[in-house]
């Protein structure tokens, strides 16, 4: 992303700002103003003072967003069919996730929660009451995650209160947040940021990031100050084409994240939300990428590749099948495409 007139402190949140700081030209105004009706703007000046054009392709509005394909959805990973309450999902029996707000720092362009974030930013007092009520009455949840939005939005005062809280409800042993703000916007992880992640229960924090060129100075000294403070992270990518849908830029991005201390997680598969069909790969694509993945790199830098199934029905690895069976046993594919014979114990 090459914005020369970006602000140096200040997001950019509408197309008269893009066109102002250089990311799209004047004759995009009229389709980029739809895009913009359905879905809000929002870009760090952190990233759009990035030179690449991956970035700029993930959070620069694009008149392909007014295609919407006949599989697309609204709420592409069911929330609302597991929702006791709102702004909680109660989709495993061993854990929820607490949508602490709908705000973020950053509108990714292929967020599959789009129809709602920017619509208002903490999650209003009575429904987070009611959330924690739920959560407490259900003894079956061992992990609370944090997300929304992007929970490292809010205030660190905001954030301490709800760790706090939750803190107080014997049966959490873990809390995860996921956010992209230690990339996007690593100037909020200061002390107090530090601070209001301490609590009993054991804190993870989650990093969304897809690309290594995302990887700026200022987001690795966030990401060491949250490792030096004794959180684990892990992270999450979405597999977009045009952006990082090949073998050898997810490794450059998840050697650089294991660096870091940030372990890879999961590999997305990108959700059918409306108007992102431009972004999506098929699956055989993404399969093909995980298998070579496995034979360039270390296990500990290969995340899981995974889809959420439309409708709420829950995440599902769907990496290269390296198994078959035979008349022999099992068939075992090797990550230079051998076979070999493998026989169970009789």
């Known amino acids: 992303m090459n914005s020369p007139n970006a602000p140096l402190n200040a997001s950019l949140n509408s197309v008269d700002d893009l066109i102002a700081a250089g990311l799209v030209a004047p004759d995009q105004a009229g389709d980029l103003a739809r895009v ?127 760790m706090a809280r939750l803190s107080a409800i014997p049966h959490v042993q873990i809390i995860r947040l996921h956010t992209r703000v230690p990339v996007v916007a690593p100037q909020r992880i200061d002390d107090a940021m530090i601070a209001a992640l301490r609590a009993r229960p054991t804190v993870y924090v989650g990093v969304h990031t897809n690309h290594v060129d995302e990887l700026t100075p200022a987001a690795c000294a966030a990401l060491a100050r949250i490792a030096d403070a004794g959180f684990p992270m892990v992270s999450q990518t979405v597999l977009l084409r045009g952006v990082n849908d090949d073998a050898a830029t997810l490794e450059a991005l998840f050697r650089a994240l294991l660096t870091l201390r940030v372990q890879p997680y999961y590999l997305h598969h990108c959700d059918l939300a409306q108007g992102t069909s431009h972004f999506r790969t098929t699956i055989a694509a993404g399969q093909a990428i995980m298998a070579q993945l496995r034979g360039r790199m270390s296990g500990m830098g290969v995340p899981t590749y995974v889809l959420d199934i439309p409708g709420g029905f829950g995440k599902v690895p769907i990496g290269p099948d390296y198994l078959e069976r035979s008349a022999q046993g099992y068939m075992v594919t090797d990550w230079q495409g051998a076979r070999h014979i493998y026989r169970d114990p009789d």
């Not at 609302?80 to 607490?98: F, K, M, N, Q, W």
């Open 36 to 162: 913009e009706e359905n879905f809000r703007i929002r870009i760090t000046s952190e990233m759009a003072g990035v030179q690449s054009p991956a970035v700029a392709a993930q959070f620069v509005p694009d008149a392909r967003e007014l295609v919407t394909r006949p599989e697309e959805l609204t709420d592409p990973i069911g929330d609302s069919a597991h929702s006791p309450t709102y702004g909680l999902t109660h989709r495993y029996p061993d854990r929820v996730i607490l949508a602490a707000t709908h705000a973020c720092e950053v509108y990714c362009r292929f967020c599959f929660r789009r129809e709602v974030v920017g619509e208002a930013a903490a999650l209003p007092e009575p429904a987070l009451t009611a959330a924690l009520d739920y959560i407490a009455k259900t003894p079956a949840i061992w992990e609370v995650i944090l997300t929304g939005g992007d929970p490292m939005s809010l205030s660190p005062r905001r954030i301490a209160s709800i």
